[in-house]
Structures are given as structure tokens and as C-alpha cells.
């Protein structure tokens, strides 16, 4: 097996760090050689006022992660910690667990102290039980908080070795995916005490040190300094990542872990033998050797004797290394960050390898004699400068980290391959969604910025967007374009709220009427998928005409203004045409029917498939056979047998009328008849041009609107009789079948649910249109339909339903736009409402992927408003001693709290129906009190839904608990959660209660 076989990509990381709230704080000081230690006052006695502090560790956005207020309060500040990296990781990766990927979880935290705060604060209140503590704080449910917060399906693992509990975490994940056990897996660890501490104690011959000062590897050293932290790392098959276009931060070559066993001198003491040893196992999985290591990120705890083993066995390792190994150790800028301590390191390697930089170490001046006399090759980064690659341009590094109880892990980290060319062009579909209106319109500006800073990759940015951002509820998307197209509206945007469930769609296709030369042309010349299935189409076109199909969409589309517009009707009124009136309008018909089929085959490819087919006139010719009626070629026929036929049924008009069918019925007569009836105020009439221009006069002079469709024959009339019976007999030997997609008749005015016999074509061809009453069909089990082709069906169905979102795929003659744009649209509005594209079939060839903006949150306080209790984490005001003091973080004394929520039932009206059936108007301000206290929630109204707010199964069997408190009876759960929406919950309550107790309704 290869090397890269064996190889882990880290393609996105997240870090809270003392001073650092991201990767370019961090590395901005690293370089500086900055120490973030925060010092509050003089040492007293054995207390050390000095701490690896943590700004805004009680902030945090419940909303995003759909959360309820109070859940959020609850929760350990750690595990939102936690949520919030490896939500920004993710995003960095442009990997949403939601399209499919199995994803993995390796978590770890550190020790709570947040439990006993939140637990005295809130005791009493509802929900606030052992059982809700201990879930919402409980290590043991760090993992499985992110996999069900995020949507994460593969194994949620917590890890907790102590100080290596990082570095393990990213070994456990790392086997995870060379098992194949899921396709991306996530490595994150926590390690923040709420309240913050002040400092610590420092005892004589303990591992603090004295002075706040940590100085790994000096002559100085004395001691460690503890601080808090937390990062997340994302991690794929070196493999995937290449082929998924990933931007790769590092490669992860190899890693071991083991234990120190019994030989030392005690549980927490250290094994050089053991940390020597584990070193060798990460270089040979690896497949390196010490000669190609330059660089070592070491455990580095600043104590003497844990500092001598390591450097001793560090010695040994690299001894015939023939080169000059830097040594670093992070804790002296940060701290030692117990549980997250591998984080900080990991993630400065990432930045050294990245930047090709060695940085240098705070507080170091120089090694002690004992490490010195033995340090060979190895060498204190004392400095910044240059990390030279080797010949072929790799930087290979070592990272260690061991835990006290003695679990040793090392990682083999290697720089990044180069990146994946961009090539995606300079337009595009953006995709932005957000948890928040705010957040929105923060993430929309931070993108628009992206497009600014990076004109020629909009395609490789659009690309991300679409297949690497989680999926949330309120949704924009912006076209960006070029050329002289776009110059007068480079970013068009549109912005909508998706609901929770994908919604089915259903497929319009037109009729003739608003047909031109050129159509899809942009299509046919800019997208493979179109152009793909056009041609074979087309292909049988040729075959019945000779190729005149064909040059309707090589034609340039109109180009200057809606006067040059050039559609069917026009084209049928030119009595002077050069070729004979069967031809051109067996031209037509076909070039519609290629058209709308090529568009319907692309826009299922695409990935978004009807639910449902309504086709007018002509367009249900498509429409049977996407559904499986008729087979491809067999309609293709039949549509050009049935112009040609058209042609010899004698001359006729037609004409619109914006009016209800009912009311322009009652004027038609022996020679005129209703040929559509399409819309609430949309109908046509169509007969012998004689009858329908005296109908014209009297419509007029009703004040009615009428325009003349131009065209020359007498489309669904009995005046086409003999050319219906004719089509008839030649599609008698034609195979039928039933429709695979439901597919409701314009013909019927109902759901064609069996196979249909020649003569429902002949009816076709005579009948009236009843395009309104299969559009209402279709509506009983779509709310979303896309218009497949050039039509203006969309205005009638927006006057049966204005709920309905009905969705243009193809432009306007005099629309000076791309026939690009349009569908790149089309998917957006679509995709506003929840509609999905396969979004990787819509680039050929595919495009890089790009580092997006993170996603902008909303952080507020979750704190409880009391202060921390006293006891083990606290020391009596005025006194020093040997533990820190407990204190709230600075940072967080400066944000406002958020308002207190009442979580008890207001006194009162309830009081006295205690054991009794309440009213209506009581048991909903009962419930409503418990929702607002259970889900911290300010308003409330009856479409609420407590689920979607936050709610739990926890929470619903405190709600049944208090709907028995006041009602004395035990209501059954099926009953109270039959609709988890407040208003009908509360109905649906009240009204078990009226029925058992054999009352009547008391409102």
C-alpha cells in the first residue's frame, strides 16, 4: 500500500484560543512570538494570578444549531464550544453533512464546572432536573451533541485521555476513515472551565509555576501554565479531497498512540522510553524517516522533568538525522490547555507548513546544561525565519502530545500538494443560506466581498456554494454574470424562507405562442447536458424533415429590443412565406417538441424530477412521453403528421380573451368555440375567421380585452374532425402505455390513469383545453412548478393560486439575457424553496473549490444572571489558598445579559382549576407558560412548532407533567404531541380532557 494510500487530508480547522479567535489571529501572533497569558495582579502566597484566558466562552448562537434559549443556557459552554468549531471547520472544508456523506465525530472536553453554576442558578425551574443536567454537561455526550446538532450520521465517539486527549481524537478519526468506516470524519476537543479562573495554585515541587511564566526547554523552566481553549479539525482520505477539488491545509502521513505502562516512577509520571517509542511507530506508519523530519512540535510542559524526558527521547529519535531539527512548544505562548493542549499544537504546525515560516518560542533563552550536553540535531526555535522545502517541495513535520495516566500520541504532518487550478470562469449561481435574517445579509456582503477579491473563480465560488454549505432556512441566491449583459445588474439577487421538507414539484409544458428562432441557442452552445440531449432529438428530427429543425437553434437569438421579437403567432400570420404551410408549421411543432424535451431531460438530470406533468396542447405531447406513454420517436411522428394535417383543415382564427370562460361562453355560436380555457380570467376562442371576427366586435364593445393570436387555423375545433379522425387511424398500430408519472389531461380535465386508446389523441386535437382544471389537479399535490419551455402559463396559474411558486426556465424573445441566466435562475428559486440540484452535473469540467467566507453568527450571553456558587472551585473573599478563585470572564461582564424569561406559570387563573377540566383560554395560558419556560421563548404564537423551537423528549415529559398537575388526569402523549404546533396542541388537549371527563366545551 502507498504512502498516499495511508495519507489523511486536513481540508478545514476551527480554534478558540487565548487571544485568538481564528487561524490568522493565531499565526499573527505565533510569528510576533507573542504570549497570550493573562495576568491579573501579583502572585500571593502559592496563588499565581496568571491563566490562559478564554474571551466570550459564555457566548453562543442557539438558533443556529436549532436550539431553544433555554437548552442553550443549560448546555456546558464547552460543547457549544464545540458546535460553533466544528460548524466553522465544516464550513472551511465546504462539507455539508447533509448532502449525503457519512461524517464522523471524535470529541473531547474537559472538566465541568458549569453544571453545579447553572444547576443552582435554574434549581426549581421547569425542566431544570438531574436528568436535563446531566445530559446537557455530561462529557459523555459531547460527540453525539454534534452529530445531532449538525445532522451527522457516521460514529460519534468521545475520546478522553487527559492532556493527548487532542491529538488522539485526530488518530482515532484518522483510522476512522482509513477503514473506510465514513467519508469525512471530525477530530474536536474542548477544554474551558466556566467560570473562568483567575490563576491557579502553584505549591512547592508541584507542575505550576511560581511566577505565571511557562518556558519549555530553558534553563528557567519551572513550571507550566494552565489555560483554556478548543479546535476542531476536518479531516478525508487524502484521495477524496484531491478528487473532490479540496483546498488540503495539511496531509497527515502517519500517527501512533500508546501507553507508558508501569515503568515509571508513578500514575502520573512520564516514560521516555514509551514517548521515544511512539514517535518511531507515527515516523513508520508513515513510511518516513528521521532524516526528512526538519521540524517537531513537542509536548513542551515546561517542567523540568517532564521537558528532560521528552528532549531525551526526541534526542534519540533523530540522533543520525544529519540536520538541524527545530524544537517548539506552543504552551508558552497559550498555555497548557489540558484536553485541547494537541489542538493549539496541531494547528501551529498547520500554520508553519502552510506559510513555510518556523516561528519562535516566548520566554526561551537558552537549554539547560543536562539537555544540552545531549541535544545532537536538536534545536530550540528561538527565532522567525524561513522553512526551506526540500527538493521536492514537501515540508514534513512531527507533533507530539502525551496525557498524563501516561497516553502518548505523535502525528507525522506533512505541507499540502499544491492547489487544484481555478477554472470555473467569471459567472455564476451563488447559494447563501443562513439560520437568521441578520446572519443573511452578513454572509451575502462577506460573499459579494469574495466575488470582488476573486473575479476570475465566480464559477469556482458558485460551484462551493452549491456543494459545500449546510443547507438553512432562510435563503438567497445571486447570478453573477459577465459581459455587457450584466453590466447594468452584475448581482442579481433573490431571497426567500424555505420550508423544513422538500417539496415535490410539477412540470408545465406549453403550447406554441410564444416560439422564436434561436431559442436555446445559449443553451444548445454554453451547457454540454442541454446540447446532449437536443442532439438526440434533433437527430430524429432530421430524419422526418431533412435537417430544417436542426437550424432553428443555431440561429443567434435576437439581440437588441422587444421589436425585433420574433414568435410562433408572427411566423404563422406571413402569408407570403417561401416554403410550403405544412412544412413550416411541421417545423415548428417539432422544434417546440425537441426544445421542451431536451429542457425537461436536462432539468431531470440536474436532479430535480416532476412529481407531476401538465401539458398544454402541444406541450402534453412531451409530457406523455416523459411520463411513458408514448415513446419518443412514435410522438415525434405524430407531432409532425398532426401539423401537417393542421394545414389542410381549412383557414381559421383564434383569440385571446382576458375574461372567465363563463362569462365569454355565452357569445360563442355555430362556428366559433371555446378552445382554452387556461386560467381564473384567461380563455381562447378559436373557429372560422369570419364567426371569431364578429365574436371580436361584441367582446369589444363588453369592454372586454381580446388579442388576436395570428394565427392561420382553427386549433381545437370540431373544424378539425376529419384531420383527428385521420391521426386516429395512424396511431392505431402505435404502442401506448401508462403513465410512469402522474399526468393530468388538459383533454379530460383528470388524471390520465390508464393506458389512453388512439382516440384520446383525435379528442386532442378537437377538444377544448382544460388547462385550468389540470393545473388545479396538479395543485392538490404540488405547490412548486417549473414552466418547461417558452409559454406564459405562469400568469394563469398565479390567478387560480398566488401561493403557488411557479418557476421560469427559458426567456422571453425580447429579454436581452443569457438563455444561461435564465435557467441558472430557474435553480435558484428553485432551490429557495427547498428543490436541490445535483449540482455537479451542472459543471463541465468540474471546478475548483475555494476557501468561502466563514458564516456569520449572532452570539449572545448564555449565562446565568446569579453568580457562581461557593465551594471546591471557590475561595472565601480575602483569603489566599491553594485553589483558584472562581470568576466570571471579564469579557463576558461586558455584554449585556439577555433578558431574564420566566420560567414559571404565572400565578392565578390556573390556580383554580387545579384537578379539574380547564377552559380552553386557561389551558392555553398554561401550555404557553410552559413553552416559554421549557423553550425560553419571549413570544409565542400558535404555529410554533415545539420541535422545530428546540424542544425534546425531555421537555415533552415535563409539559405532560404539568398538563397533569393542572388537570389531574394523565393525558397520553400521542394525544399532546399529535400536532407539536401550539395552537392545535392545545386544541387537541382540550379537547381529550372534554371528552373524558363527558363535559362540554368550556371556551
Same mark, same amino acid.
Given at each position: /500500500? ?33 504570549? &497570550? ?106 460527540? %453525539? ?197 494537541? /489542538? ?99 454572509? %451575502? ?81 454554453? /451547457? ?267 400568469? &394563469? ?41 445535483? &449540482? ?62 420566566? %420560567? ?26 410552559? &413553552? ?22 425531555? /421537555? ?48
Amino acid at each position: /500500500m502507498s504512502s498516499d494510500e495511508l495519507a489523511v487530508a486536513i481540508v478545514g480547522m476551527a480554534v478558540r484560543l487565548p487571544g485568538c479567535d481564528d487561524l490568522d489571529q493565531y499565526w499573527d501572533g505565533l510569528v510576533a512570538g507573542r504570549s &497570550w497569558i493573562t495576568r491579573r495582579g501579583r502572585v500571593e502566597g502559592e496563588f499565581v494570578p496568571a491563566y490562559g484566558a478564554l474571551a466570550g466562552a459564555g457566548r453562543f448562537d442557539p438558533t443556529r444549531f436549532g436550539m431553544s434559549e433555554a437548552e442553550a443556557l443549560l448546555v456546558d459552554p464547552q460543547q457549544r464550544i464545540l458546535l460553533q468549531l466544528t460548524d466553522e471547520a465544516l464550513a472551511m472544508a465546504n462539507v455539508d453533512p447533509g448532502q449525503g456523506r457519512s461524517v464522523s465525530v471524535y470529541a473531547g472536553a474537559g472538566r465541568n464546572d458549569y453544571e453545579r453554576w447553572v444547576g443552582t442558578a435554574l434549581a426549581g425551574r421547569p425542566g431544570v432536573d438531574e436528568m436535563a443536567l446531566e445530559v446537557a454537561n455530561g462529557r459523555d455526550y459531547a460527540a %453525539t451533541r454534534i452529530s445531532y446538532r449538525l445532522g451527522m450520521t457516521g460514529a460519534a465517539v468521545n475520546v478522553q485521555s487527559a492532556c493527548s486527549s487532542a491529538l488522539v481524537a485526530v488518530h482515532l478519526a484518522c483510522q476512522d476513515l482509513l477503514g473506510y468506516a465514513s467519508d469525512v470524519a471530525v477530530a474536536a476537543t474542548a477544554a474551558v472551565r466556566v467560570p473562568a479562573p483567575r490563576g491557579y495554585a502553584a505549591p512547592s515541587g508541584g507542575i505550576g509555576s511560581p511566577d505565571g511564566v511557562c518556558r519549555p526547554f530553558d534553563a528557567g523552566a519551572n513550571g507550566t501554565v494552565p489555560g483554556d481553549g478548543a479546535g476542531a479539525v476536518v479531516l478525508k482520505r487524502l484521495a477524496d479531497a484531491t478528487a473532490d477539488g479540496d483546498e488540503i491545509l495539511a496531509v497527515i502521513r502517519g500517527s501512533a498512540v500508546n501507553n507508558d505502562g508501569s515503568a515509571k516512577s508513578g500514575f502520573a509520571g512520564v516514560n521516555s522510553r514509551a514517548q521515544r517509542d511512539v514517535v518511531r511507530a507515527a515516523l513508520d506508519v508513515a513510511g518516513v524517516t528521521p532524516e526528512e523530519i526538519d521540524f517537531v512540535e513537542a509536548h513542551g510542559s515546561g517542567t523540568r522533568l517532564g521537558d528532560a524526558a521528552e528532549w531525551a527521547s526526541l534526542a534519540e529519535v533523530f540522533a543520525d538525522a544529519g540536520h538541524p531539527v527545530r524544537i517548539g512548544a506552543v504552551k508558552a505562548n497559550v498555555g497548557h490547555l489540558r484536553e485541547a493542549a494537541g /489542538m493549539a499544537a496541531l494547528a501551529k504546525v498547520i500554520l508553519c507548513l502552510r506559510h513555510g515560516r518556523f516561528v519562535p518560542t516566548p520566554n526561551f533563552q537558552a537549554l539547560p546544561a543536562d539537555l544540552a550536553r545531549h541535544s545532537g540535531v536538536l534545536t530550540p526555535s528561538a527565532d522567525e525565519r524561513e522553512w526551506a522545502a526540500r527538493p521536492d517541495g514537501v515540508r514534513l513535520a512531527g507533533v507530539s502530545s502525551f496525557g498524563l495516566g501516561g497516553t502518548n500520541c505523535h502525528l507525522v504532518v506533512q505541507s499540502a500538494p499544491p492547489p487544484a487550478p481555478g477554472g470555473g470562469g467569471r459567472s455564476g449561481l451563488l447559494l447563501v443560506s443562513s439560520h437568521s435574517q441578520e446572519t443573511l445579509e452578513q454572509d %451575502t456582503e462577506a460573499l459579494r466581498q469574495a466575488v470582488e477579491d476573486q473575479p476570475d473563480r465566480v464559477g469556482d465560488i458558485a460551484f462551493t456554494t452549491q456543494t459545500g454549505r449546510r443547507r438553512l432556512r432562510h435563503r438567497r441566491f445571486v447570478v453573477v454574470g459577465e459581459g455587457e449583459a450584466f453590466a447594468a445588474e452584475r448581482l442579481r439577487v433573490q431571497t426567500a424562507t424555505a420550508t423544513g421538507a422538500t417539496p415535490r414539484v410539477g412540470f408545465l409544458l406549453p403550447g406554441i405562442g410564444s416560439h422564436y428562432r434561436g431559442m436555446g441557442a445559449g443553451l444548445a452552445a454554453n /451547457m454540454p447536458v442541454f446540447a446532449k440531449h437536443l442532439d438526440a432529438v434533433l437527430d430524429i428530427a432530421d430524419r422526418l424533415t431533412g435537417g430544417t429543425v436542426r437550424a432553428q437553434f443555431t440561429e443567434p437569438a435576437p439581440a437588441t429590443t422587444g421589436a425585433d421579437r420574433i414568435d410562433m403567432r408572427a411566423l404563422l400570420r406571413k402569408r407570403d412565406a417561401p416554403v410550403d404551410p405544412g412544412q413550416r408549421l411541421r417545423e415548428l411543432h417539432l422544434g417546440l417538441f425537441c426544445f421542451e424535451h431536451a429542457l425537461a431531460s436536462t432539468v431531470m438530470e440536474l436532479g430535480v424530477r416532476p412529481a407531476v406533468l401538465v401539458g398544454h396542447s402541444l406541450g402534453e405531447w412531451v409530457a406523455s412521453v416523459l411520463s411513458g406513454v408514448l415513446g419518443v420517436e412514435d410522438a415525434m411522428a405524430a407531432v409532425a403528421r398532426r401539423a401537417e394535417l393542421i394545414t389542410l383543415a381549412g383557414p381559421g382564427r383564434m383569440l385571446a380573451v382576458l375574461a372567465p370562460v363563463d362569462e365569454v361562453e355565452r357569445f360563442v355560436g355555430d362556428d366559433v368555440w371555446v378552445a382554452a380555457d387556461n386560467g381564473p380570467m384567461h380563455c381562447v376562442l378559436s373557429g372560422r375567421p369570419e364567426g371569431v371576427a364578429r365574436i371580436e366586435q361584441v367582446l369589444r364593445r363588453e369592454g372586454l380585452t381580446v388579442l388576436d393570436l395570428g394565427t392561420s387555423h382553427p386549433f381545437h375545433t370540431p373544424q378539425l374532425d376529419g384531420a383527428a379522425e385521420r391521426l386516429g387511424d395512424d396511431l392505431r398500430e402505435v404502442p401506448l402505455g401508462p403513465p410512469r408519472i402522474p399526468l393530468a389531461s388538459s383533454v379530460l380535465g383528470q388524471w390520465l390513469d390508464r393506458v389512453p386508446a388512439p382516440e384520446y389523441w383525435r379528442h386532442h386535437m378537437t377538444s377544448r383545453v382544460r388547462f385550468r382544471s389540470a393545473v388545479r389537479l396538479a395543485l392538490e399535490h404540488v405547490r412548486v412548478l417549473v414552466e418547461i419551455g417558452p409559454g406564459t402559463t405562469r400568469p &394563469w396559474v398565479v390567478q387560480a393560486d398566488p401561493d403557488v411558486a411557479c418557476v421560469k426556465t427559458v426567456r422571453q424573445s425580447y429579454e436581452q439575457v443569457p438563455d444561461e441566466q435564465i435557467l441558472m435562475e430557474a435553480l435558484g428559486q428553485l432551490w429557495l424553496h427547498g428543490v436541490e440540484a445535483d &449540482w455537479a452535473k451542472l459543471h463541465e469540467p468540474r471546478p475548483a473549490r475555494v476557501r468561502l467566507p466563514r458564516p456569520r453568527t449572532a452570539p449572545r450571553r448564555f449565562l446565568p444572571d446569579a453568580p457562581p456558587p461557593p465551594g471546591p472551585t471557590s475561595v472565601p473573599q480575602g483569603l489566599t489558598g491553594a485553589v483558584a478563585p472562581a470568576a466570571i470572564d471579564p469579557a463576558e461582564q461586558a455584554v449585556a445579559a439577555a433578558p431574564a424569561t420566566s %420560567t414559571q406559570p404565572p400565578p392565578g387563573a390556573a390556580e383554580e382549576w387545579i384537578g379539574r377540566v380547564p377552559g380552553a383560554e386557561v389551558l392555553a395560558d398554561h401550555l404557553g407558560a410552559q &413553552w416559554r419556560a421549557l423553550l425560553g421563548l419571549r413570544e409565542l404564537h400558535p404555529d410554533d412548532h415545539f420541535f422545530h423551537l428546540g424542544g425534546d423528549s425531555l /421537555m415533552g415529559v415535563h409539559l405532560i407533567a404539568g398538563i397533569r398537575r393542572l388537570s389531574g388526569k394523565e393525558v397520553p402523549s400521542s394525544v399532546v404531541f399529535a400536532s407539536a404546533r401550539f395552537g392545535e396542541m392545545v386544541e387537541h388537549v382540550h379537547r381529550w380532557l372534554t371528552e373524558e371527563e363527558g363535559v362540554e366545551t368550556d371556551v
